[in-house]
């Protein structure tokens, strides 16, 4: 079965410092992956994804993620994070092979940043 | 874009009732899913419906859970016979199978206390 794993549940950081959350699953296939964000008190949001091609992605506010297929990672970074990045962060993949996508999520990291 | 709308925002209701959520995905979407999220962790899987087919259901889905997406549009998910540990956030996502392998629109979900 899949899993997720997201090592830091809490982070702090002050504006203007780099981030970088951490993200390994255990699936022998292929894979999708993908991060999410939740602001307080909105829904999830997809911040960026990864079906294949270039393994550095780029998304929405200034988030990447490279996907290093040999460790199984999937690592979020931002150089310089803002206020307004305070949120939680989900890791999430599913089967590689199209269509469907049952998600399996991690527990979440919780990003706190100070002004 | 009017976003995956859930409803009710959050219910309160006695052990051993019923209980029943609804679901309006992103118009076009053909596909709809249904997540759970307790406190501490990731979204995580309970069942998916392409059009008004009911295609897999996580063994996380007891009997005493039923989906339905009559008209392949809106979805409800009703739980009978509440327990405590069915409290949780319910959340309800939707994708569109025109977009290739589009990402799922997570709505604001359903919180349920089962007291």
């Known amino acids: 079965a899949q899993s997720v794993s997201q090592h830091n549940h809490h982070v702090i950081l002050s504006e203007a410092a780099s981030l970088e959350l951490g993200c390994n699953y255990s699936?022998?296939?292929?894979?999708?992956l993908f991060w999410y964000v939740q602001y307080p008190g909105q829904h999830l949001q997809l911040l960026l994804k990864y079906f294949s091609g270039d393994p550095l992605v780029k998304g929405i506010k200034g988030f990447e993620a490279e996907f290093i297929k040999s460790k199984f990672s999937f690592n979020l970074r931002k150089p310089s994070v803002q206020w307004s990045d305070t949120a939680e962060y989900f890791c999430a993949v599913s089967p590689g092979f199209g269509g469907f996508q049952k998600l399996v999520f991690g527990t979440g990291t919780r990003l706190l940043v100070s002004p | 874009d009017t976003g995956v709308s859930q409803d009710p925002r959050h219910k309160i209701t006695k052990r051993g009732q019923n209980v029943t959520f609804r679901c309006d995905p992103i118009s076009e979407h053909n596909r709809l899913y249904w997540y759970r999220q307790t406190l501490g962790q990731g979204p995580e899987f309970l069942t998916y419906?392409?059009?008004?087919?009911?295609?897999?259901k996580s063994r996380l889905l007891s009997d005493r859970f039923s989906a339905e997406r009559p008209k392949g549009s809106f979805s409800t998910l009703e739980i009978q016979r509440t327990e405590q540990g069915d409290s949780a956030m319910y959340l309800c996502?939707?994708?569109?199978?025109?977009?290739?392998?589009?990402?799922?629109?997570f709505g604001n979900g359903t919180r349920l206390t089962v007291t």
């Open positions: 996502a939707s994708s569109s199978t025109e977009e290739g392998d589009s990402p799922l629109h």
């Open positions: 699936y022998g296939g292929t894979v999708n």
């Open positions: 419906f392409q059009n008004e087919a009911q295609l897999e």
